[in-house]
Nanobody, 121 residues
Framework: QVQLVESGGGLVQAGGSLRLSCAAS????????MAWHRQASGKPRELVAI???????NYVDSVKGRFTISRDKSKNMVYLQMNSLKPEDTAVYYC???????????????WGQGTQVTVSS
């Protein structure tokens, strides 16, 4: 099994910055994509940013130019640098990893417990 632990959420004023971190641990044979999702109150969960094993990245339009996803393969960590935060960025942010725990098993999705990000106006 793979465990994910997120950190870095909190309360920030509009225009401020936060950096989320997610550490993957446990039985890890390989990690494919690493991503951040978010879910605002009363809304469905949405993919915010994703980085692939090849280094490619993609972002939801609403955060392009403000958020940056990065990955430290040596530490099995993924980060989300969030700048110019807006009240509409308020949500619970979840780390998501597609990983294989063994060479003989296919990759599956793992999720963190979520971290709250609140942006005040």
């Amino acid at each position: 099994q793979v465990q994910l632990v997120e950190s870095g959420g909190g309360l920030v004023q509009a225009g401020g910055s936060l950096r989320l971190s997610c550490a993957a641990s446990g039985s890890i044979f390989s990690i494919n994509a690493m991503a951040w999702h978010r879910q605002a109150s009363g809304k469905p969960r949405e993919l915010v940013a994703i980085t692939t094993s090849g280094g490619g990245t993609n972002y939801v339009d609403s955060v392009k130019g403000r958020f940056t996803i990065s990955r430290d393969k040596s530490k099995n960590m993924v980060y989300l640098q969030m700048n110019s935060l807006k009240p509409e960025d308020t949500a619970v942010y979840y780390c998501n990893v597609a990983a294989r725990s063994r060479a003989t098993l296919p990759a599956r999705d793992y999720w963190g417990q979520g971290t709250q990000v609140t942006v005040s106006s």
